[in-house]
T-cell receptor, first 111, second 115 residues
Framework: KQEVTQIPAALSVPEGENLVLNCSFT??????LQWFRQDPGKGLTSLLL?????REQTSGRLNASLDKSSGRSTLYIAASQPGDSATYLC??????????FGQGTRLTINP | DVKVTQSSRYLVKRTGEKVFLECVQD?????MFWYRQDPGLGLRLIYF???????EKGDIPEGYSVSREKKERFSLILESASTNQTSMYLC??????????????FGDGTRLSIL
């Protein structure tokens, strides 16, 4: 059974810093790895999707990498801003678009 | 932009009631999903549907059923609500792609309290 883990559960950094969020998964037979953002009391917003054949994806200040052999993905946020404060979730996709989610990292960017 | 709309943001019901949660998407997506999100347990898949009148159980279907009579609408039904079904419920939708690499788009959630 696929398990997805995100460490740390919470992270607080000063504005302007570059930071890395970590995600690990136990079963490397995945279709893709997805990163989402969730603001308090809201639904999830899709940030990046890395297909199993890809090593990384970029969108603006965000870069996500995937290493299937080690069961790891990272989300890199450059030049962090207070508006980046949110909970970030990763999810691995197995067949038929079933996602298995990690518990999330709650990120706080301090002005 | 994709719009996934859940009919209620907050809902309070009593134990034993039959509860309907509604979700509508406007992007002609084939796939639709229902999750619940609980502190310490994260998001868990309840049911999903890949076509009208088609459904498949997710990881925690017990106590729930679903209905998809039209492509744009997916309903979650609590047949006899219990207090352990108090949770945040999230609906999502996505295209059905041959390579399965399509992101899911989420609604804002319904916070359901069962008293």
């Amino acid at each position: 059974k696929q398990e997805v883990t995100q460490i740390p559960a919470a992270l607080s950094v000063p504005e302007g810093e570059n930071l890395v969020l970590n995600c690990s998964f136990t079963d490397s037979a995945i279709y893709n790895l997805q990163w989402f953002r969730q603001d308090p009391g809201k639904g999830l917003t899709s940030l990046l999707l890395i297909q199993s054949s890809q090593r990384e994806q970029t969108s603006g200040r965000l870069n996500a990498s995937l290493d299937k052999s080690s069961g790891r993905s990272t989300l890199y946020i450059a030049a962090s801003q207070p508006g980046d404060s949110a909970t970030y979730l990763c999810a691995s996709q197995r067949g038929a678009q079933k996602l298995v989610f990690g518990q999330g990292t709650r990120l706080t960017i301090n002005p | 932009d994709v719009k996934v709309t859940q009919s209620s943001r907050y809902l309070v019901k009593r134990t034993g009631e039959k509860v309907f949660l509604e979700c509508v998407q406007d992007m002609d997506h084939e796939n639709m999903f229902w999750y619940r999100q609980d502190p310490g347990l994260g998001l868990r898949l309840i049911y999903f549907s890949y076509d009208v009148k088609m459904k498949e159980k997710g990881d925690i279907p017990e106590g729930y059923s679903v209905s998809r009579e039209k492509k744009e609408r997916f309903s979650l039904i609590l047949e006899s609500a219990s207090t352990n079904q108090t949770s945040m419920y999230l609906c999502a939708s996505s295209f059905l792609a041959l390579d399965s690499n399509q992101p899911q788009h989420f609604g804002d959630g319904t916070r359901l309290s069962i008293l």
